[in-house]
């Protein structure tokens, strides 16, 4: 089934040619098995992500839809356990209680081995941005990888002196913010879905 995803997402999401004619039954339901099985996962395995795979859903994230293909993003990928282990030691020292209500705490990222920090223009509404952190998240469990959407770090890596020095290290462009990052790991969990309200959902005659 991993292999199936992997396949159907690379073709929908990464900008392979294909047609509705081409894509056989079996890839159009992989796509529908991640999109209604993906979980956010809050615990990783101690196992590092390859390199050859992170940046493979790098690229499925910068195929994503956006207007007029402007592209409104940049992308960093740490994979770094040192680099990862200081902004986690440097967020501990400022923020100690929140660490202390949290026993799981090894780092700042929900403990992901990975984290994609994704960057957009000042003033940007984040949509474009959005639409390529699902397409990561939905590539990154067509290959059995779990992910996590963060924003609580923004507010420490930005709005401090000592997070603000992590993220000149991330080298954007001048004119770029940080607006969330993605955590990638292998899962150790397997989370139940919550229940969605389908009452959100209408047709209008």
Do not use: H
């Not at 196992?47 to 839809?65: D, F, M, S, T, Y």
């Not at 507010?155 to 913010?177: C, H, N």
């Not at 969330?180 to 150790?188: A, K, R, S």
């Amino acid at each position: 089934m991993l292999a199936a995803s992997a396949a159907a997402l690379c073709l929908v999401s990464c900008g392979q040619n294909t047609t509705t004619s081409e894509a056989s039954s079996d890839e159009a339901n992989a796509v529908i098995e991640a999109i209604m099985n993906r979980r956010s996962i809050r615990m990783y395995k101690d196992i590092p992500v390859e390199r050859e795979k992170l940046q493979l859903i790098a690229e499925c994230g910068v195929n994503a839809p956006n207007g007029l293909n402007s592209q409104p993003w940049e992308l960093r990928i740490v994979d770094d356990a040192e680099m990862i282990d200081a902004i986690s030691d440097s967020y501990r020292k400022a923020n100690p209680e929140m660490v202390a209500a949290d026993p799981n705490f090894r780092n700042m990222f929900r403990n992901a081995p990975a984290v994609i920090f994704i960057a957009v223009p000042e003033g940007d509404n984040g949509l474009n941005a959005g639409l390529l952190g699902e397409n990561i998240c939905l590539a990154a469990y067509s290959l059995g990888l779990g992910t996590v959407c963060l924003g609580g770090p923004v507010v420490y890596l930005s709005g401090s002196e000592e997070g603000r020095a992590f993220v000149d290290r991330l080298g954007f462009s001048d004119g770029y913010e940080l607006l969330y990052m993605i955590g990638v790991g292998y899962p150790d969990e397997s989370p139940e879905a919550k229940p969605r309200d389908l009452s959100k959902i209408r047709f209008v005659d």
